[in-house]
């Protein structure tokens, strides 16, 4: 990339992106054995689009995600959400942000294990302390597939139910972003896939814009779009790939 | 939220019941000691308005000074002339004089039937069919002449039967009078007291009060009320009487139970206090614990859009939840704490007057307040702490609360916090002009800051301790010892706290048996200088006074060279009552004092106005020999002395009381002599033929006991051993509060390393190694509590030492050592469900647990 195209994309970023990054670097620890996860990345997460985040282990797709979600601060660099620069919020207006702005699913689905699937999807609601908006929460169950499972606690689900209930309480206060950390990670290949599936549709669907880190070729084959992340910088961008594409496109990354 | 809390409680309802336990016995002890007060209290009213519900006003002879109850001090008689004049009075209906005493009822054995400090009460019925006995007949008839009834309870005790003769001893000798009858109180159980019942004569004779009453209970004409009839009384009295209305005189009755109700409550809320202050250190230490463990959970809650205030609240709320539900348990186990005390009480001999027991709303207020608010405070340093969990924990495996701001200060400010501790007791012992309530108050939060300054500073001291007291367990206990004692040592925050509980219990004991050593090696070297003679008379009890007439009957007995007898009493000095004694004049023979100023002499000197009195009180008051020194009886007659010796008492404490003077001066002006204590010197020293001589001549006086010197110090030393069983009694419930503290975390940590213990499993390690690797764990930490709390025990009670007197420094090893076996025994016990559950754990699913 070069610095011409990156001016572009600041600029376009101010116009129509969801969430914008701009020249993020962070860096762990000091002198010889500072680790630089990231050396400056910037990128733009269209509306309503399924944005994957590829690469190699320690290739910094996690702290990427970390920072867009708020969740870690940049060593330098800005990280904008919905025209807010997040940088500078304190812990109360970054909770105003999660709730308003942010849905997680997590590697290990991170229910709370005694509530019941629909008491961990509403929790959201619950904590924002808004309206509950019944006929949606209705939608969000009946989409992913719980209607029958509602009252069960997650140690009487499977990993494919948990993960979907960990969708829908995403979904659930419909934030201008989700951040997916390796929804698949830890499912089966025929689960992942289902799972996927219903990431996808929730883009489709219900125009939710989702940001997904990965380290599977196959998840990426169901992005609109795919960063190829390795030594803590975007090395490679694709459109609508096969598995196939990101797989060789993967091969590449990693050998340069 | 609030349902995150809830069903998180119920989610980890072992974990929750632990925590409650830790305050639950604190709250019942506070529970349990308000239902038990109120009870006797109640009791006891009951019995002082049973007394004169047939009276109006009460006339009554009035001292010219309140006077302590107990010091053998009585107030003043009344001429029985009154009686008629008051009689004569227009309003009034109906007037009777009564006197009463302590009269003991000989059992069956031929002693005196005492239980415990239970009063014998013993009391003339003029007239067994008039309003103003309180009494009704079981059985027989009124006493006649020559006659007496006594009470339900120890005559089915004794198995008296109507008809026989009963010893009866007050003033003189035994007494035997003819059983004329059964009585009991109307509706109320008397605890231990025992009743004797004469008629007027009689009783005037008994106690030595011919011409005289001590009470006149008037009634009024219909129309006339209480008040106004004591108002007309008022006017007619002689000096040195007063009127009351009924009810004034019912509050005055119990005015010395209500005091000693009182003692009692405050007595036992300290411990209960004790109990909750351990009970705040186990749930702090449990809820840190487990907000460790919870700390993914905790972090989604906040990825998800949970605020700061909501991670605290929810923890608030299942605090509370814990609090309520333990406070409430607390409550009704107070309940039964109160009757097992009533059955303890009972035991030792105490019977207390029961009419059931009660639950005021006071009682259940206090309980439930107490228990929540300490469970909140306990709760809300780790509750704040849980707040600065990071929503990144939510994906970062193992990740760590960030360190407080505050953590920086922690080592300066645990050792500030233990340092203004001591700074306050030393100011509370040291500081001059203090009431005791400022020493109290200044001493106990001195003690609380020390003890919370010693616990967070105790982590710091862990790793060597671990490594110092682990060392017999990783020498015996092979790769499991070496377990045990590097997991003491993972977490010294944590292994710190959970010992720091057990640690005040241990100090406390330590302070308690170190004190009580130094008290009883003072008194037993005081006892060896200054007892001279060969036997001592006391009562049976010890403490109570004896009529003098024991004394008298000792001096015949075969072989006594001279018998010294201690009169005690109170009388107004420099305008304070003050505990005065009276001595005859062979007590040289008797009592080796140090004198500053005179010597043995003295007590032979002392003739009508002489007096000595020991070298502080002169000092107060700038006495020389010489001076003159001013006091007043009971009765309000002033008596103008002279000193003419000044000792120095022993550290042990002086046999006598502050002024001192002659019998014969005594015996002329204060009401119903008696004598503290006697001493007998005889020829051929003690001998069994001599002590045979001694029970022989004073085989009239139940009451009374000959004693070696020896006895007499191991009788003296009796109470205080009976208390400080009592003491270490009380302070175990902090102790077993602490030891569920250590279950708590050995649970907790056990869950914490599921995987870990799965993983020695699946290496070959055997349940037993298992077992043995967390018994050790528990048996270190406790040790560290103990050595913890018996170095803070000695030094906190060598504070006191110095500051007090007649309390030597001496440290009682052999107890010391018999404490950390009984910690040691702690953390074996606190194991044995810990270490149970951690054998139990199928590896496989171990390692598979997430």
């Given at each position: 990339m070069t610095a011409m195209e990156t001016e572009t994309k600041q600029v376009q970023s101010i116009t129509d992106a969801v969430v914008s990054a701009i020249n993020l670097e962070r860096t762990y620890g000091e002198g010889d054995t500072a680790v630089h996860a990231l050396r400056g990345v910037s990128l733009d997460v269209q509306r309503a689009k399924l944005t994957g985040v590829m690469g190699p282990s320690g290739s910094g797709k996690s702290t990427l995600m970390h920072l867009l979600a708020g969740l870690d601060r940049p060593t330098a660099g800005e990280v904008v959400i919905d025209g807010t620069s997040i940088g500078e919020l304190g812990d109360t207006d970054l909770t105003k942000l999660r709730r308003e702005h942010i849905g997680f699913i997590f590697q290990f689905f991170n229910l709370l294990p005694m509530l019941t699937a629909q008491e961990n999807i509403v929790l959201p609601l619950e904590l924002a302390g808004?309206?509950?908006?019944?006929?949606?929460?209705?939608?969000?169950?009946?989409?992913?597939?719980?209607?029958?499972?509602?009252?069960?606690?997650?140690?009487?689900?499977?990993?494919?139910?948990?993960?979907?209930?960990?969708?829908?309480?995403?979904?659930?206060?419909?934030?201008?972003?989700?951040?997916?950390?390796?929804?698949?990670?830890?499912?089966?290949?025929?689960?992942?896939?289902?799972?996927?599936?219903?990431?996808?549709?929730?883009?489709?669907?219900?125009?939710?814009?989702?940001?997904?880190?990965?380290?599977?070729?196959?998840?990426?084959?169901?992005?609109?779009?795919?960063?190829?992340?390795?030594?803590?910088?975007?090395?490679?961008?694709?459109?609508?790939?096969?598995?196939?594409?990101?797989?060789?496109?993967?091969?590449?990354?990693?050998?340069? | 939220m609030i349902r995150v809390a809830v069903r998180g409680l119920l989610g980890r309802k072992l974990r929750a019941i632990l925590t409650a336990l830790a305050i639950v016995l604190g709250v019942a002890l506070v529970s349990g000691t308000l239902v038990l007060t109120?009870?006797?209290?109640?009791?006891?009213?009951?019995?002082?308005?049973?007394?004169?519900?047939?009276?109006?006003?009460?006339?009554?002879?009035?001292?010219?000074?309140?006077?302590?109850?107990?010091?053998?001090a009585t107030e003043p008689a009344l001429e029985q002339s009154l009686l008629q004049q008051v009689r004569a009075l227009p309003d009034v209906e109906e007037a009777e004089g009564s006197v009463d005493g302590e009269a003991q009822i000989i059992g069956k054995d031929g002693k005196a039937i005492v239980n415990g400090g239970a009063p014998n009460l013993g009391f003339s019925i003029a007239n067994g069919d008039s309003r103003f006995n309180p009494l009704v007949l079981v059985q027989g008839d009124w006493p006649g002449n020559g006659d007496v009834v006594v009470d339900k309870a120890t005559a089915d005790d004794q198995g008296l039967q109507l008809g026989q003769k009963v010893g009866v001893q007050a003033l003189g000798p035994v007494e035997y009078l003819r059983l004329s009858g059964i009585v009991d109180f109307k509706s109320v159980s008397i605890g231990g007291a025992t009743l004797a019942g004469f008629d007027l004569p009689t009783a005037q004779s008994i106690f030595d009060k011919e011409g005289k009453l001590d009470e006149i209970a008037v009634a009024a004409k219909p129309g006339v009320s209480d008040q106004q009839l004591a108002a007309?009384?008022?006017?007619?009295?002689?000096?040195?009487?007063?009127?009351?209305?009924?009810?004034?005189?019912?509050?005055?009755?119990?005015?010395?139970?209500?005091?000693?109700?009182?003692?009692?409550?405050?007595?036992?809320?300290?411990?209960?206090?004790?109990?909750?202050?351990?009970?705040?250190?186990?749930?702090?230490n449990s809820l840190s614990i487990t907000i460790a463990q919870r700390t993914r959970e905790l972090a989604?809650?906040?990825?998800?859009?949970?605020?700061?205030?909501?991670?605290?609240?929810?923890?608030?709320?299942?605090?509370?939840?814990?609090?309520?539900?333990?406070?409430?348990?607390?409550l009704f186990l107070g309940l039964g704490l109160a009757r097992l005390l009533f059955w303890l009480f009972d035991l030792a001999g105490f019977t207390l007057p029961n009419t059931g027991l009660l639950l005021t709303t006071r009682t259940i207020v206090i309980a439930l307040l107490v228990g929540i608010i300490v469970t909140l405070f306990a709760s809300l340093r780790p509750a704040i702490r849980a707040t600065r969990v990071p929503p990144i924990a939510a994906v970062r495996e193992g990740a760590e609360l960030p360190e407080s701001r505050w953590a920086r200060f922690r080592t300066p400010g645990a050792i500030l916090v233990t340092a203004i501790g001591f700074v306050a007791i030393v100011y509370g012992l040291f500081g001059s002009g203090l009431g005791t309530a400022e020493i109290l108050i200044s001493m106990g939060a001195g003690a609380v800051l020390v003890f919370i300054g010693v616990a967070l500073f105790a982590s710091k001291l862990v790793p060597m301790l671990a490594t110092f007291l682990g060392w017999p367990s990783a020498k015996v206990g092979g790769v499991s010892g070496e377990l045990a004692r590097s997991n003491a040592k993972r977490n010294p925050q944590r292994t710190a706290s959970t010992a720091a509980a057990l640690m005040i219990g241990l100090a406390l004991v330590t302070l308690v048996a170190v004190l009580g050593q130094g008290i009883r090696s003072t008194f037993t070297a005081a006892v060896d200088d200054l007892f001279v003679s060969d036997y001592a008379i006391t009562a049976q009890n010890n403490f109570s006074p004896i009529p003098v007439s024991a004394a008298e009957a000792a001096e015949k007995a075969n072989g006594v060279e001279s018998v010294a007898s201690v009169r005690t009493g109170?009388?107004?000095?420099?305008?304070?009552?003050?505990?005065?004694?009276?001595?005859?004049?062979?007590?040289?023979?008797?009592?080796?004092?140090?004198?500053?100023?005179?010597?043995?002499?003295?007590?032979?000197?002392?003739?009508?106005?002489?007096?000595?009195?020991?070298d502080g009180f002169a000092d107060d008051h700038n006495l020389q020999v010489g001076s003159p020194i001013a006091i007043e009886t009971p009765a309000g007659k002033k008596l103008d002395l002279t000193v003419k010796g000044i000792f120095e008492p022993p550290s042990g404490g002086s046999p006598f009381g502050q002024v001192t003077f002659s019998s014969e001066t005594f015996d002329a002006n204060f009401p119903d002599p008696q004598n503290l204590y006697s001493f007998v010197t005889m020829s051929g020293g003690v001998t069994p033929a001599n002590t045979e001589a001694l029970d022989a001549a004073l085989a009239d006086f139940?009451?009374?006991?000959?004693?070696?010197?020896?006895?007499?110090?191991?009788?003296?030393?009796?109470?205080?051993?009976?208390?400080?069983?009592?003491?270490?009694v009380l302070l175990a419930l902090s102790i077993i509060v602490s030891l569920f503290g250590i279950v708590n975390t050995l649970v907790l940590t056990v869950f914490e390393r599921t995987r870990e213990l799965g993983m020695l499993r699946a290496i070959g390690m055997t349940r037993r190694q298992v077992r043995r690797m967390i018994r050790y764990e528990s048996v270190i930490t406790a040790l560290i509590g103990a050595t913890l709390g018996i170095i803070l025990g000695v030094v906190l009670a060598g504070l006191l030492v110095a500051r007090i007197d007649f309390i030597d420094f001496s440290v009682p090893v052999g107890q010391l050592v018999v404490f950390a076996i009984a910690a040691i025994l702690v953390g074996i016990i606190a194991a044995i469900f810990p270490a149970r559950r951690a054998a139990r754990l199928n590896p496989l699913e171990a390692l598979q647990y997430e």
């Open positions: 808004g309206k509950v908006d019944k006929e949606w929460v209705e939608t969000v169950i009946e989409r992913v597939g719980l209607a029958d499972r509602r009252t069960h606690r997650p140690s009487e689900l499977s990993g494919g139910q948990q993960q979907r209930v960990a969708i829908a309480r995403a979904l659930i206060s419909r934030p201008t972003v989700v951040f997916a950390d390796e929804p698949t990670g830890n499912l089966d290949s025929t689960t992942g896939s289902e799972i996927l599936d219903l990431l996808r549709e929730s883009v489709e669907s219900f125009g939710q814009t989702i940001v997904m880190v990965t380290h599977d070729p196959n998840s990426c084959a169901f992005s609109d779009r795919t960063l190829f992340l390795a030594d803590g910088s975007i090395v490679r961008e694709l459109g609508k790939s096969t598995a196939h594409q990101v797989s060789e496109t993967m091969e590449a990354v990693s050998k340069a | 109120d009870s006797i209290d109640r009791a006891f009213d009951r019995i002082f308005t049973d007394i004169r519900s047939g009276s109006s006003a009460v006339i009554s002879g009035k001292a010219a000074f309140d006077l302590t109850e107990g010091s053998g007309e009384i008022r006017k007619t009295l002689p000096p040195n009487t007063q009127v009351q209305t009924a009810a004034q005189q019912a509050k005055t009755d119990a005015s010395d139970t209500d005091e000693f109700i009182s003692f009692l409550r405050t007595f036992f809320l300290a411990f209960g206090g004790i109990a909750l202050f351990v009970g705040a250190f186990v749930i702090a989604t809650l906040r990825t998800i859009g949970a605020s700061r205030r909501q991670v605290l609240g929810s923890l608030i709320v299942e605090s509370l939840i814990v609090g309520v539900v333990a406070s409430v348990v607390g109170e009388a107004l000095v420099y305008g304070n009552p003050t505990f005065v004694t009276a001595v005859t004049p062979n007590t040289a023979d008797a009592v080796a004092l140090e004198w500053k100023d005179g010597s043995q002499a003295v007590f032979s000197e002392l003739g009508a106005n002489g007096a000595f009195v020991d139940p009451n009374a006991k000959a004693q070696t010197r020896d006895e007499f110090k191991d009788n003296q030393i009796g109470p205080l051993n009976n208390i400080l069983n009592i003491l270490y």
